[in-house]
């Protein structure tokens, strides 16, 4: 029996090949209501919005924007200089390489959410929208208008699928909802950005010198938010004012440039971290970036198991533990079992050979294993490392770790008679001790970053990318995947012992609880894991991006309480659904979860 199969009936829907919007307005005026309400957003932000500074951050004053009202003022200009863009301006053409118009709908969007988010806020807080002052419904007018004329500007819709006409009506109503997903995906999609033009040389370092100093403010303003509701807005701002960035094709343009200084962009990016703490007038925010440095750190080692070996390891923060034990028990701590007192070197080298050892002893008997049981095994270790821990106290057993109480008073550390403990004033900067040890655990992520690189390049590290893709494919081509695999396994321990040495110093105490499998405050197992998978499994900036992410939100969303793990699941579960290859992906995950884009010329080992 032949089925027939017709083209859906004509509901008032756009006729297929049609390039109108998202809603019926005409496209000259919605691109004119879009860059018009751009421009009435950044006036509005001068305009008072509500008549009391109960609310944080005093959006009481006229001529000066505060709080919230700096991140519309931001997310309006944006909006205003895409929707400029959109007009074909002389001198405007570099913002948008691949077209403004879904720019302009992300930069509308991110205006909009801020600003009705900070009037519902304003509302909730104070007791009903009669606390607004004019300039609050001006702002909250001008962002809905800009948004809904970005929404009338012309894309090409998607031709919707012919449907079964003896279908069910829940059939149906699947098929029409799959199509008209399609059509808003189409929506806010860019074209392919335009090749980037050969510039002079000092040209484009000079623009990787922008991006790394954007990138810094950006940084410093996010850790540095001082209450709930500027950090909420803030995440709104950077997420669409992003997502914008990257519709307009500049992201691909600045990462075209930065691959061909790759050297030069990893030395400034270092340069650009070290001048944060010079931004701080105090260790309250270096506090947080050590800590982010530390798990950033580790993250970048299990990516070397994880993201380019392709091993599953559910119990890395283990091999913290291990070295912050063994850096603690030789640094002169009175709770150490050992009448010992090494210098640095010799503390990290401790660290990180014991960390090494342990991970020789544990992967030699597993790593025969593969997919889910190499998951079991790791994660077993990882929880028989904190419970022995926390038996070795005297009483279950020999007093080596001091239990539950863990190894406590570790002194600070001296570095060429440099006390990292102490406040030091260097170019009329004072650096607390946070920020000194910020300074320290900045060198070890280079080196982490520098060996990941090496061995990342090297015969080695083409293995286990091989390993990763195909295992058996690997071994008959005569690569000795066990071999192949402890080696991925000892130099991602290590490296996690490295860091766990300056941890130990930084915290003073190392106990069993910190080292958990899966907890509200990172570093663990899960967290660690979740950072590779989020920033990019097999890159270099992926860990250290999805590190940071996931130390500062957890830290500035405190106020959510219990509903904290809830909201990062859901958060895990959007970018899952969204971009899985991660945020910063290499062309072949790219590939592999993107069928309809095109393969490039070239692959390399991580197919970068």
């Known amino acids: 029996m032949t089925t027939q199969t017709t083209a859906p009936k004509n509901t008032g829907a756009p006729a297929q090949g049609d390039t109108s919007g998202l809603i019926g307005i005409p496209a000259d005026l919605g691109r004119a209501l879009a860059t018009g309400g751009g421009i009435l957003t950044v006036v509005s932000t001068f305009l008072a919005w509500t008549w009391t500074a109960e609310f944080p951050g005093d959006l009481t004053v006229y001529g000066y924007p505060g709080?919230?009202?700096v991140l519309v003022l931001i997310a309006g200009a944006?909006?205003?200089?895409?929707?400029l863009a959109s007009y074909g301006i002389k001198g405007l053409g570099?913002?948008?390489?691949?077209?403004a118009d879904a720019a302009l709908k992300f930069a509308a969007l991110a205006a909009f959410a801020t600003t009705w988010y900070t009037i519902i806020a304003i509302s909730a807080q104070l007791g009903g929208v009669v606390n607004l002052e004019p300039g609050g419904y001006i702002a909250a007018a001008v962002t809905l208008i800009a948004f809904l004329g970005a929404l009338a500007l012309p894309f090409e819709r998607p031709e919707p699928d012919p449907f079964d006409p003896d279908d069910t009506g829940w059939d149906?109503?699947?098929?029409?909802s799959s199509h008209n997903w399609q059509t808003i995906r189409a929506a806010f999609a860019s074209k392919e950005p335009r090749p980037v033009r050969a510039l002079p040389s000092s040209i484009e370092i000079l623009i990787i010198v922008a991006v790394l100093a954007l990138a810094l403010l950006v940084f410093t303003y996010g850790i540095g938010t001082e209450y709930d509701e500027l950090f909420v807005g803030f995440l709104i701002v950077s997420g669409f004012g992003f997502t914008a960035l990257h519709r307009s094709g500049l992201i691909s343009h600045a990462t075209e440039i930065t691959a061909r200084h790759q050297n030069i962009t990893i030395c400034g990016a270092f340069i650009a971290a070290a001048c944060f703490p010079f931004t701080q007038s105090d260790d309250q925010y270096a506090t947080l970036g050590v800590y982010i440095l530390i798990f950033a750190t580790v993250a970048l080692g299990l990516n070397i198991v994880v993201g380019l070996a392709g091993l599953l390891d559910l119990g890395y923060v283990a091999f913290l533990g291990v070295g912050a034990y063994a850096a603690s028990m030789v640094s002169g701590s009175p709770s150490s079992p050992f009448d010992l007192h090494l210098?640095?070197?010799?503390a990290v080298l401790v660290g990180a050979a014991a960390s090494l050892i342990f991970g020789v002893?544990?992967?030699?008997p597993t790593l025969r294993l593969r997919g889910d049981y190499l998951a079991i095994v790791t994660l077993g270790f990882g929880e028989i490392f904190r419970i022995t821990a926390n038996n070795l106290d005297g009483t279950s057993g020999p007093d080596v770790t001091n239990g539950s109480?863990?190894?406590s008073s570790i002194p600070d550390l001296k570095i060429l008679g440099f006390d990292l403990g102490i406040s030091h004033d260097i170019g009329g900067f004072t650096l607390g001790r946070f920020a000194n040890y910020f300074l320290l655990m900045l060198i070890i992520t280079a080196v982490v970053v520098l060996v990941f690189r090496r061995s990342g390049d090297s015969r080695i590290g083409r293995a286990w990318v091989a390993i990763r893709e195909d295992e058996t494919a690997a071994l008959a081509m005569g690569i000795n995947g066990f071999r192949v695999k402890l080696i991925a396994f000892a130099v991602g321990a290590s490296l996690a012992g490295l860091a766990g040495t300056v941890q130990a110093h930084v915290t003073y105490t190392v106990t069993p609880e910190q080292y958990l499998f899966a907890g509200t405050t990172p570093p663990n197992s899960a967290f660690l894991l979740a950072a590779v998978v989020l920033g990019g499994m097999g890159t270099i900036a992926g860990p250290l991006i999805g590190a940071a992410l996931l130390f500062l939100i957890p830290n500035k969303l405190q106020f959510l309480d219990d509903y904290q793990l809830f909201a990062f699941g859901l958060a895990l579960v959007l970018l899952m659904r969204f971009r899985p290859e991660g945020l910063v992906a290499n062309r072949r995950r790219k590939l592999e979860f993107h069928e309809e884009a095109d393969a490039p010329a070239v692959l390399s080992k991580t197919g970068a």
């Open 78 to 83: 944006v909006t205003t200089l895409f929707g």
């Open 343 to 346: 210098p640095f070197w010799a």
């Open 172 to 176: 149906q109503f699947k098929h029409t």
């Open 67 to 69: 709080g919230l009202q």
């Open 405 to 407: 109480n863990g190894i």
């Open 361 to 364: 002893l544990i992967g030699a």
């Open 94 to 99: 570099w913002l948008a390489p691949a077209g």
